[in-house]
């Protein structure tokens, strides 16, 4: 049974910097696509990035730049860095593991880490 557990949330100033990670177990990590999605309160979720098993990656059109997606096989480990951070950035970020083809909301969901982006 996948297992998913994200680190790195909190609070920071507009213009700041988090790194967000996340550690898979209970499966063998190189099958599955990642992705971070994020709820704001009163909003529905919606995909930030993605990263497939072999690297390649996708973005939101509000990332423009700002948010980079990558992993690590030997760590079991996906991370999502988050540069230059609004308060529109604001939301519970959520880590998925999905096995291809199927769609994310058949995947597994970490418990979600909560960022706050406030002055």
């Known amino acids: 049974q996948v297992q998913l557990v994200e680190h790195g949330g909190g609070l920071v100033q507009p213009g700041g910097s988090l790194r967000l990670s996340c550690v898979l177990s209970?499966?063998?990590?190189?099958?599955?696509?990642m992705g971070w999605y994020r709820q704001a309160p009163g909003k529905q979720r919606e995909l930030v990035a993605a990263i497939t098993s072999g690297g390649s990656t996708s973005y939101a059109d509000f990332v423009e730049g700002r948010f980079t997606i990558s992993r690590d096989h030997a760590k079991n480990t996906v991370y999502l860095q988050m540069n230059s951070l609004e308060p529109e950035d604001t939301a519970v970020y959520y880590c998925n593991a999905r096995l291809p083809p199927l769609a994310p909301a058949f995947g597994s969901w970490g418990q979600g880490t909560q960022v706050t982006v406030s002055s």
């Open positions: 209970g499966s063998i990590f190189s099958l599955y696509a």
